[in-house]
């Protein structure tokens, strides 16, 4: 009798999120992450960051600001210095407030905190990217889009896929990112959205690669509120 091939490691990854990219010389990585994330729930503002002015770009427009200051001044700021996520929630929960789908974000500086990876793992299930930032003298300041994750039968290893505005990795090891990043580590996350997800796709490998017969690709049905495999 033949047996039946062993899934030794299995991907779940949110397709159809283009990337966006940092310059080489800002601090935009929260900016493109953000973007991604909006984007990837709210494709109808995709052109909105094609923009003519800073005032209409969905994030830069929404961010607040203190009194007297001019928009163009924040961006300067923030491309030089970067900025805190809780704010860039804020533009986003703003720049959603309007339109007929109800989508909310909210923010949490989570040093470490336990479960957090297996809170990753869920919300990419539910077809929910998040924003990840953190702090780490070895791994600098950065943020990045979490849009899957990887697991190993054998190891127990955990992995996460990432779109990088930096362009510099594409897989993240949480073990090693916890151990390295030594102040805090910041989620932005959606809470609530009525419209439509990214496909999702599931690919099981063995010791000889891919096991068509395990993966599967799925669609989500904003009526029913679920992933259903497509044919």
């Not at 080489?24 to 729930?41: E, I, K, R, V």
């Not at 897989?171 to 932005?188: F, I």
């Not at 959205?193 to 599967?216: S, Y």
């Amino acid at each position: 009798m033949v047996r039946a091939p062993v899934s030794q490691r299995v991907t779940v990854r949110l397709a159809g999120i283009p990337l966006r990219h940092q310059g080489t010389h800002d601090s935009l990585c929260a900016y493109y992450a953000a973007a991604m994330l909006l984007c990837a729930l709210r494709p109808e503002f995709d052109d909105e960051f094609d923009a003519a002015h800073v005032r209409r770009d969905p994030i830069f427009g929404n961010l607040p600001r203190r009194r007297g200051q001019k928009v163009e001044r924040q961006v300067s700021d923030w491309i030089a210095t970067g900025v805190h996520l809780d704010r860039v929630c804020d533009a986003l929960n703003a720049a959603c407030a309007r339109g007929a789908i109800e989508t909310r974000f909210e923010f949490r500086a989570g040093n470490k905190v336990r479960g957090n990876v297996e809170f990753l793992r869920e919300q990419v299930d539910r077809g929910l990217p998040c924003v990840l930032g953190w702090e780490s003298r070895e791994l600098g300041n950065h943020t990045v889009l979490v849009l899957g994750y990887e697991r190993y039968a054998t190891t127990g290893g955990e992995w996460l896929r990432v779109n990088d505005p930096s362009r510099v990795q594409d897989l993240l090891e949480w073990g090693q990112l916890q151990r390295l990043a030594d102040r805090r580590l910041d989620l932005l996350w959606c809470v609530e959205h009525a419209g439509v997800r990214p496909d999702k796709v599931t690919t099981h490998r063995g010791k000889h690669g891919i096991l068509p017969k395990l993966t599967r690709v799925e669609r989500w049905s904003p009526a029913s509120r679920r992933y259903a495999p497509l044919v």
